[in-house]
Each structure stands twice: as C-alpha cells, then as structure tokens.
C-alpha cells in the first residue's frame, strides 16, 4: 500500500491564493477562505500543491489503507474551482437544484464563478458538510 502523497505542508493559503493570475478567480478564492474560516472555526492549511483545507478526519478504508483528509476545503484549477464536500451530494440534491451553474462529481462541487451560484445555498451545504464529517468522524478523532 502507497502513502498518500497530498498531506499538510506549511505553506502559506494567503501567498497561494495572491499567486492566482486571474483577479476574478483570486477574489473567489478569497472569498472561499472566508467562507470555509467561518463554516469551520478552523485556520486554512494547504494540502499538496493547492488545495486549501480545513480541519481534519483520520479515515480507514475498506481495503486497510488508512489516511487524512480535510473536512472541506477548496483548490484553483484550471477550468474551475473544486470545492471538496467530503460527504458527498446525496443528502444535497434539493440545493443543488437551487444552487445555479455548476457540476459535482463524487465528493467535489465545481464552479467557474461564485457570482455563478447563490452564497447562501453554498454556505449552507458547506457549514453542513463540515457537521456531518465531524459527526461521522468524532470518535475517529477529527481535527
């Protein structure tokens, strides 16, 4: 079994987000951090490369490969925004509805712009996720 190679690094979330060339996609960014700050109570840390992550579960899979991950974050690509809402979208599908232009795979939400989608319904499925991810998580030690 690999280690996972996107852990923790002690890089700076305000330097990654101020390297964004594109002003649009910066502010968005920015914004996400507030966001996630506020929805979570926890600072930003960076994973990998780019992704931008706050807080924290300890996971064991099926297979016996263990790991961490953060309760949500986000990361700039090159077509879009990932938000990561770890829980998936299940439980989501009523706000989706609502949410406006964007697509989601398994556990990741993509959008181009947030002047794209309504703040409100997004803030509410993040704030949400990080509950259910530290509910599922809490015997698990999240953090």
Same mark, same amino acid.
């Given at each position: ?18 390297? $964004? ?6 502010? =968005? ?5 507030? &966001?996630? !700050? ?42 879009? $925004?990932?938000?990561?809402? &770890?829980?998936?979208? !299940? =439980?989501? /599908? ?7 232009? #964007?697509? #989601? ?9 947030? !002047?794209?989608?309504?703040? =409100?319904?997004?803030?509410? &499925?993040? /704030? =949400? ?11 698990? /030690?999240?953090?």
């Amino acid at each position: 079994m690999s280690d996972l190679k996107t852990k923790p690094t002690r890089k700076s979330p305000t330097k990654l987000i101020e390297a $964004i060339s594109h002003p649009i996609r910066r502010q =968005d960014c920015q914004q996400l951090l507030e &966001m996630m !700050s506020k929805a979570t109570s926890e600072k930003p840390v960076i994973w990998g490369e780019n992704i931008v992550g706050f807080g924290r579960y300890h996971y064991h899979q099926r297979n016996g490969q263990k790991g961490m991950w953060p309760l949500t974050g986000f990361s700039s690509r090159k077509q879009a $925004i990932s938000i990561y809402i &770890m829980p998936g979208f !299940s =439980d989501y /599908q009523e706000k989706l509805t609502r949410l406006g232009k #964007h697509t #989601h795979s398994v556990s990741c939400l993509y959008i181009t712009r947030l !002047s794209n989608v309504d703040l =409100d319904i997004l803030a509410e &499925m993040i /704030q =949400d996720s990080v509950e259910v991810m530290r509910e599922r998580y809490t015997s698990r /030690q999240v953090r």
